[in-house]
């Protein structure tokens, strides 16, 4: 079978040429790559054994995923042992058939920022089956009213400046919001404080798993996190498979090289959740659902991540720890932000398009635009050797797979 | 069942063109070759000097990609101009060798005498060393960057066949290109593959004390090549060179191994995103407080060139043509 894709790159081009005249994009970006530069110099000079725990990291997340298959058996059965359910997702059909089954229908839903959320388009999904679903990251938010997709994996709305919030969120909140961050932030605070109380399920993802323990780690800095995943009777954990390391020590140290090179000293908050809230205070009678969610489900993502971990050339993407540092040093990315991607960005998201999300058609037109600068190596912790993963998709595309 | 491909034919057609032609535009061997009359070059030695076409292909690049911008990349129009040499059909109304005629006078003679000014370079330096002349192959560097591996890996025996008539044990590359491919693609496709292999700035890095000083005004910035800093590790030679010849050098906000890609290697199929990468850098080097930028790789010659902004007083050189300065003088 032959699939024509000379349309494909003539339309991604368009796009990529596009992005590269939009002055908002021009402005954002150049204003994130200078404070992610000079943000993350000082963090690591601040806190200089990064380089080598990172190292350290390196080898821990290779060995995590040359034995993915124990380590999720491990952690599956360790959130059963905390009274969780956990669940494995072959694929993006019965991830979301999963989710769809826990949470049923005519559920007001609150949701941390999540990529895998993207990947499987979660929140449209749940919307389509009636619940009514609210993005709680600041960012997520503004795509979700602006009908928008993310533009950076850490930043989503990178691209969008005050102004347009502003505007945004006057025609949403029916009242005249003005363009100043501080008001914007005001106004959306107010809102979603009523929703973590009134939702039936707070969804969040996880930057890491502990298999030993079942322990989920969530970074993040606004607090929506802590709200979504506390104040609900029921939390729904979805992360990908690559997430699991052994230890919960270890959970720690890949914890710290993220937020590290995400440019962040130390988040503002750093979530373990193991299993659902539970007391033993009365008369030392367990029991769920003390404070926090009663019911705690994990999902398990596979969608293509075995199969990636199964080939020798491509297993190295299944090491990112989506800081998005190496988005603020590709200079395609620098001009075109999240065009130069399909839900995943930059020269690590083009592989994670060929196998996860998108598929050959939509990786192969990135896989070349990337410019195999090797930058991006330069700056990623884990020194994933995207330049040689693009170089093999491209002669995949010519040859076939 | 395997899923097959209907590429851009930009990459059907030059990677055709290296392989029928031995080279990515279909330039003759002897055009090619034109700088080195009257040198009388060996053509066996010690030492190969190789310039794999890739400077003198320059100005026909910028030529076709000045044509691919505002054509449909999928139209018959748009392979029949492609084809250049391998086709040409009278019917569209496109004289296909127009590409080859439009290419300015001046452009041809800059790109061609780049290879001629390494030669002096290098003999003003006591090198001796031979040149395959108009049998000279095109390394096929983007046969392996557009991902034809397995087309490479037969195109690869005709070179080889070429390079060992020379009877040379070392190469030297003038594109940090040719060089990455000869060292790390070839020895795991040809067997036996042991040729030693150097860039031009090696050389001149080796015998840099005697290079003679410069008489230069003002500094100079260096934009380091991607290839050269990250893939051969070169960098700290290029600085070496220039202090020998007693001129400044203003640094970058990004270079050496965190250099900015000139955005060159996309210029085929995204030319327009290229040319805006390329500016960028420019900018970025100018930051440096020089306006005199200097590289040493063919296509970020041709990037920056591209991508200084009309009447820019930026003056961009490839490393060999400075170079050159002194051997005149
Ligand atoms: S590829 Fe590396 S730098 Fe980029 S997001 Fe992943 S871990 Fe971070």
Redesign the pocket.
């Known amino acids: 079978m032959t699939i024509d894709l000379r349309k494909d790159f003539v339309d991604y081009a368009k796009s990529l040429d596009k992005a590269s005249e939009d002055p908002n994009i021009k402005k954002a970006l150049t204003r994130a790559v200078s404070s992610y530069r000079s943000t993350v110099a000082e963090t690591l000079e601040r806190f200089p054994h990064t380089a080598e725990l990172a190292e350290e990291v390196r080898e821990l997340k290779s060995q995590s995923i040359a034995n993915l298959d124990k380590l999720l058996e491990q952690a599956m059965a360790s959130v059963e042992r905390n009274k969780g359910k956990a669940f494995y997702a072959k694929d993006h059909e019965s991830a979301l058939e999963i989710a769809l089954g826990i949470i049923g229908t005519n559920k007001t839903v609150v949701k941390g920022k999540s990529m895998l959320g993207e990947e499987l388009l979660l929140r449209e999904y749940l919307e389509e089956h009636g619940n009514e679903v609210w993005e709680t990251d600041l960012g997520e938010f503004i795509l979700q009213l602006r009908k928008d997709r993310p533009m950076h994996?850490v930043s989503p709305s990178i691209h969008v400046p005050r102004e347009q919030v502003a505007e945004v969120f006057s025609k949403f909140f029916g009242k005249e919001v003005p363009p100043d961050i501080a008001e914007e932030v005001k106004v959306v605070r107010e809102f979603m404080r009523e929703k973590y109380f009134t939702a039936e399920i707070g969804i969040s993802g996880a930057n890491v798993v502990a298999a030993d323990t079942g322990a989920m780690v969530i970074i993040e800095n606004e607090g929506n996190v802590r709200l979504s995943t506390g104040a609900p009777p029921v939390h729904i954990v979805i992360v990908g498979i690559e997430k699991i390391v052994p230890t919960f020590q270890e959970a720690m140290k890949v914890a710290e090289v993220t937020w590290r090179?995400a440019q962040y000293g130390i988040p503002g908050y750093v979530n373990i959740i193991s299993g659902p809230s539970k007391t033993g205070d009365i008369e030392k009678v367990t029991t769920y659902g003390a404070h926090g969610p009663k019911e705690f489900y994990v999902i398990f993502v596979d969608n293509g991540r075995s199969e990636m971990a199964k080939q020798e050339t491509f297993s190295e993407a299944l090491h990112?720890?989506?800081?998005?540092?190496?988005?603020y040093e590709c200079p395609v990315f620098q001009v075109t932000a999240g065009h130069f991607g399909h839900i995943y960005m930059g020269g690590?998201g083009t592989i994670w398009t060929a196998f996860v999300a998108g598929g050959m058609e939509k990786a192969a037109p990135m896989a070349y635009s990337c410019l195999r600068c090797g930058r991006?190596v330069e700056?990623?912790?884990?020194s994933?050797n995207?330049p040689a993963m693009v170089g093999e998709l491209r002669k995949r595309s010519i040859y076939g797979e | 069942m395997t899923m097959k491909n209907k590429m851009p034919m930009v990459l059907d057609i030059i990677s055709d063109n290296i392989i029928k032609h031995g080279n990515p535009l279909a330039l003759k061997g002897s055009e090619a070759a034109a700088w080195a009359k009257g040198l009388d070059l060996p053509v066996k030695g010690e030492l190969l000097f190789y310039t794999g076409g890739e400077y003198q292909m320059l100005p026909f690049i910028d030529s076709l990609v000045k044509t691919i911008t505002h054509v449909d990349q999928g139209s018959k129009v748009f392979s029949v101009m492609m084809g250049v040499r391998n086709l040409i059909e009278k019917k569209t109304g496109i004289n296909a060798e127009k590409i080859y005629a439009s290419v300015l006078a001046k452009d041809k003679d800059r790109y061609n005498s780049v290879c001629l000014k390494a030669a002096k370079v290098l003999q003003g330096l006591g090198y001796e060393f031979c040149y395959a002349g108009n049998e000279e192959l095109y390394s096929g560097a983007l046969l392996y960057e557009l991902g034809y591996l397995e087309d490479m890996r037969e195109y690869v025996e005709n070179v080889v066949e070429v390079v060992k008539k020379s009877g040379a044990k070392t190469i030297v590359c003038l594109s940090p290109h040719a060089a990455e491919v000869f060292k790390f693609v070839y020895p795991k496709m040809v067997e036996g593959f042991d040729f030693e292999i150097v860039t031009f700035v090696d050389l001149v890095w080796q015998r840099r004390d005697k290079l003679t000083k410069l008489q230069f005004p003002g500094a100079v910035v260096i934009h380091d090549s991607c290839r050269l800093a990250r893939e051969l590790g070169i960098h700290q030679e290029l600085r070496d060179i220039l202090d020998s010849l007693g001129v400044e050098v203003k640094e970058a906000p990004r270079n050496r191994d965190w250099t900015t890609c000139c955005g060159g290697p996309i210029k085929i199929l995204f030319p327009e995103l290229s040319h805006v990468i390329g500016s960028r850098r420019v900018n970025e080097l100018k930051e440096s407080g020089s306006e005199h930028i200097l590289t040493s790789c063919p296509y970020c010659l041709s990037a920056l060139e591209g991508g200084r902004a009309k009447g820019d007083s930026a003056i961009v050189e490839d490393l060999i043509e400075f170079l050159y300065r002194g051997v005149r003088a």
């Open positions: 994996i090179y990112c720890l989506r800081c998005g540092g190496c988005m690590i991006c700056r990623c912790p884990m994933i995207v």
